[in-house]
């Protein structure tokens, strides 16, 4: 999927959300036990539930009828609610094992784990008081959050829960499942749709229903901030604004990290895109690992959020590059991954891992635990900082030379992870200016980095 198309796909599904821009400076929190988000660099994201079931759905969109970023499928990619939430009887996870997912995660250098515990659907993957629809009536109660939850602490990662404030299945009597029905402007004569997807007239939302599906929002979330210990990031997506949303998960967990879909949070976002400029405050980038083939179709891809049976994954390279592009300008990674029905991980994810684990091995300072250096102003690659050092990123097909400006005379420059120094006629300096001449012979077809050595920081922004 190019990033026009998966941009216009957010933004879409945004629309029906009632997600705003995302790219609203932040006023992160100052709690000093909050303060590992901006250094951590890359997270993991799992989408997971009943649409696994399935393998060519994506969560909840799936039974959501004429989505026009996906019309090439031809409707093979959808469900009628009704027989989207008859997955449920289906869903079997006998293989789930999230200690295998996490500590293969973990050796490849991921710090943070997020799990969608309700998507719009309204599947809950925990034991709800206050849901009709979830593991608690499917799986026998069966506690999917809690598994998750304690492998992340056993691997050493910080521990991330979604939900969804919109909830379509309580939705469900008074929502059009046909997209944007209700925008006659752009689709005139479109016509609403029911949960079998066929026409029909809305009935009228009863005034109390919104408040009803808040306070059951808050009900839930106030289980998952209760119910599993100490809980390090939650990630909302979609509905109002809710101040007291906000407000009780401060309450709860008061060292929390909150992104700002819903409420007052921590740090903006874009999805499946790469910013185009840099951001005030904290941010993070989430995007699709995987990638597939639409039915019925040649040669175009898309990005999916949820499991699909094609189990085909961009590539390592393409996950580092953009990690390597967000950690310049102090954002984080949250890349995402697919279950299988069966609560497995595709064999392809266990293999990026290890990619990932093998290349963190000589260049994690540059993106774990770094601060964003002076790009583009003063530098012509991507930069990260630790110290007295400049990570300097050499990207895939964008040549060999790096340029920094405004720089004393480094002490040392060598490959990161080679104690191999590189040769001074591979480098000049003159006049405050550092340009780099790579050897063809030290570059990989991956990242590659070097580490600039100065013999005291060098401020980043300030003038020499």
């Known amino acids: 999927m190019s990033q026009t198309t998966a941009t216009n796909t957010a933004v879409q599904q945004h629309a029906v959300l009632g997600i705003q821009s995302q790219r609203l400076p932040c006023r992160h929190t100052t709690h000093p036990e909050a303060q590992w988000f901006p250094l951590a660099g890359l997270g993991l994201f799992i989408h997971w539930g009943i649409a696994s079931v399935h393998g060519d759905l994506d969560l909840s969109w799936g039974m959501m009828a004429d989505t026009p970023y996906d019309a090439a499928a031809q409707g093979r990619n959808k469900l009628c609610p009704e027989e989207y939430w008859q997955l449920a009887n289906r869903f079997r996870p006998h293989r789930y094992d999230p200690d295998r997912w996490l500590a293969a995660a973990a050796a490849a250098g991921f710090q943070y784990a997020v799990l969608t515990t309700m998507h719009h659907d309204g599947y809950t993957l925990w034991p709800s008081r206050y849901s009709d629809l979830g593991v608690h009536v499917s799986l026998e ?151 597939s083939n639409l039915p019925g179709t040649t040669g175009k891809s898309v990005d999916f959020w949820g499991y699909l049976k094609s189990e085909q994954y961009k590539s390592t390279v393409w996950m580092l590059t953009l990690l390597s592009r967000l950690r310049a300008w102090g954002g984080n990674l949250l890349v995402n991954v697919g279950p299988r029905p069966d609560g497995e991980l595709p064999p392809v994810v266990y293999e990026r891992f290890q990619e990932t684990a093998a290349w963190m091995q000589r260049h994690r300072p540059a993106v774990i635990g770094c601060r964003p250096g002076p790009y583009p102003e003063r530098a012509s690659v991507p930069v990260t900082i630790q110290g007295h050092t400049w990570y300097v990123h050499l990207l895939p097909g964008e040549g060999q030379t790096a340029t920094l400006q405004e720089v004393p005379q480094p002490k040392t420059i060598s490959l990161l992870g080679s104690a191999e120094l590189l040769a001074p006629s591979t480098f000049h300096w003159q006049g405050g200016t550092l340009t780099i001449n790579t050897p063809p012979a030290l570059r990989t077809s991956s990242v590659d980095i070097l580490a600039v050595e100065w013999s005291h920081p060098v401020p980043s922004t300030d003038t020499i």
């Open 141 to 291: 109660g069966r506690d999917l959050v809690r598994s998750f939850v304690e492998a992340c602490r056993r691997h050493g990662l910080k521990v991330g829960l979604y939900y969804s404030p919109p909830d379509w299945y309580i939705d469900r009597r008074y929502m059009s499942f046909h997209y944007r029905s209700d925008d006659q402007n752009r689709f005139p004569g479109r016509r609403h749709f029911d949960t079998r997807h066929h026409p029909c007239s809305l009935p009228p939302k009863p005034p109390e229903h919104d408040a009803q599906r808040r306070q059951l929002c808050h009900q839930r979330v106030g289980e998952l901030l209760t119910n599993y210990g100490r809980i390090d990031l939650i990630w909302f997506d979609g509905g109002p604004q809710d101040p007291a949303l906000g407000e009780l998960v401060r309450r709860l967990q008061p060292h929390i990290v909150v992104n700002s879909r819903s409420c007052d949070g921590d740090y903006a976002d874009t999805e499946c895109q790469t910013p185009t400029e840099k951001f005030s405050g904290w941010f993070e980038t989430c995007h699709c690992w995987q990638e």
